[in-house]
């Protein structure tokens, strides 16, 4: 309703409920199609962390904050379509990767081999070895940009580039136990995508 009958600032407010909500229900939708005998309520992400609510929380306050005392700064419409398109681009590159994946796709880095799991190389993942945490990444930034958050758009990159470069970094020493000297080869080819992480690396330059 926000996005389609009210105007500046509100309408882009309900672009940004529409981006949060679509996430979060193809996030459910996807394990339901890929993984049915492990989806739950959990699959929604909607309890990711408690980090991760705050998030969500501060973004809502600056947008109302700056709303009410800077009300010109969320009039830039076109900074909010540019954070559109990157929340698009983000959340395609993710589905992208759950559906290549398929069954070897887990919102959890798993510590242990499972029976059947593979190492996925085709598809974006020739073009990223991590491409479902580069679609996060950059929707995470998009929504920002939507809203037209100078803070939380700084404060967003930095904890992002902070969790998803210990992210990989754990989830690549666990990688490289499954699957050895493939996945050793793979690092060589393919990089992570994301900006300034290189991941867990063997014999680091």
Known sequence: MLLCFSTLPWNIFGCYIFYLSFFHYSEFLAVALNKPDSVTVDSFLLNHSFEYGAAAFASWAEFLIEQWLFPGLKQY??????????????????KLAMFTARTNFNHLVKSEYEEGHRLVTNGVYSWFRHPSYVGWFYWSLGTQLILVNPLCFLVYTAISWRFFHDRVWMEE????????EDYYRYQQQVGTGLPFIRGYEINPP
């Open 77 to 94: 419409y076109h900074v909010s379509m540019v954070g559109a398109a990157i929340c698009t681009g983000g959340e395609v590159l993710r």
């Open 173 to 180: 020493i666990t990688l490289l136990k499954f699957f050895g």
